[in-house]
């Protein structure tokens, strides 16, 4: 399964006679936010997927472009485009599964709480019309600060009485995607046999890739440990700074997303072998969210992986006490805005 799920699959790629193959059955995925910068590489990565029928693209602004030059894109999908609020039901309606990059991203000296305010308000808006047109629906936050904007997203749906755990979920997917690059870097391994469970939260410490549990089996010294959680902590940070106040990441985020879109798609298709890590409704531990590996199915979280969490290290152990109060003022800080801003 490792081989399946810790790399976004070429698989469209290595079919291609004149078109990337159809598929049997196909699903609708809507991506809010599409104009932006992870929107616009993401909504290209999901265009090349065989398993989707319909891409619909929403954004406030200039997304009619977007939509123009993807669909010029012979892959099967059909690309639509929804500008503005007036247009937001129709992109929802009967979509599968719905991915939201909308927002502001960090500039250099801004942590992801400090986008707090903003996108608070935009996620809220927009999971609002998730819960009117497509209450089913697959939901994946990327919108940050995420440990905070999928609380949120769990309230709006409960006000809205259409709340599924089991369908809401943060896409932490491209610390996984950083932790497995760095870990191979560093231990001169394969890439694509390299799978590290990434658990807790989407924020600096709160961020706790469990290396014991690298696979293929490998062993670090307490000096690898050190420095990999704390490149894997701040891998955004890295991006941002470089960057130099032009944004965030988004070309590794849109990669990142775009495989946990494909991950849910099989999962929905029926695949029995679907793993990612992502941040949930959890009782893993005594938070009500936290991210870990889960199994996913047709009705979303089918399994949360316990056994991650067996046999951790002393490392991990205290890591994984000390990010608990910083994750819990974050969920606590979603539930709250919500119940203020109702
Ligand atoms: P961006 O500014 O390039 O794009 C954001 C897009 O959202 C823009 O096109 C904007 O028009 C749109 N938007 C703003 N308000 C909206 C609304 N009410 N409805 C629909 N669309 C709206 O930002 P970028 O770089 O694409 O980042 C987006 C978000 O993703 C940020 O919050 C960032 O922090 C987050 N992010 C999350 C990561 C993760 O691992 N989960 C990694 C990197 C970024």
Known sequence: SQKITNQLQPHAFQKITNQLQPHASTFKVAILGAAGGIGQ??????????????????????????????????????????????????????????????????????????LFNINANIVKTLVQ????????????????????????????????????????????TLDVVRANTFVAQKKNLKLIDVDVPVVGGHAGITILPLLSKTRPSTTFNDKEVEELTVRIQNAGTEVVEA?????????SMAYAAARFVESSLRALDGDGDVYECTFIQSDLTELPFFASRVKLGKEGVEAVLSVDFQGLTEYEEKALEALKPELKASIEKGVAFVQKHP
């Open 243 to 251: 960057k130099a106040g032009a944004g965030s990441a988004t070309l």
């Open 41 to 114: 590489p993401l909504a290209l990565l999901i265009k090349m997927s065989p398993l989707v029928s319909a891409l619909h693209l929403y954004d406030i602004a200039n997304v009619k472009g977007v939509a123009a030059d993807l669909s010029h894109c012979n892959t099967p999908s059909q690309v639509l485009d929804f500008t503005g609020p007036q247009e937001l039901a129709n992109c929802l309606k009967g979509v599968d599964v719905v991915v939201i990059p909308a927002g502001v991203p960090r500039k250099p000296g801004m942590t992801r709480d400090d």
């Open 129 to 172: 019309a998730v819960a009117d047109n497509c209450p089913d629906a697959f939901i994946h936050i990327i919108s940050n600060p995420v440990n905070s904007t999928v609380p949120i997203a769990a309230e709006v749906l409960k006000q809205k009485g259409v709340y599924n755990p089991k369908k809401l979920f943060g896409v932490t």
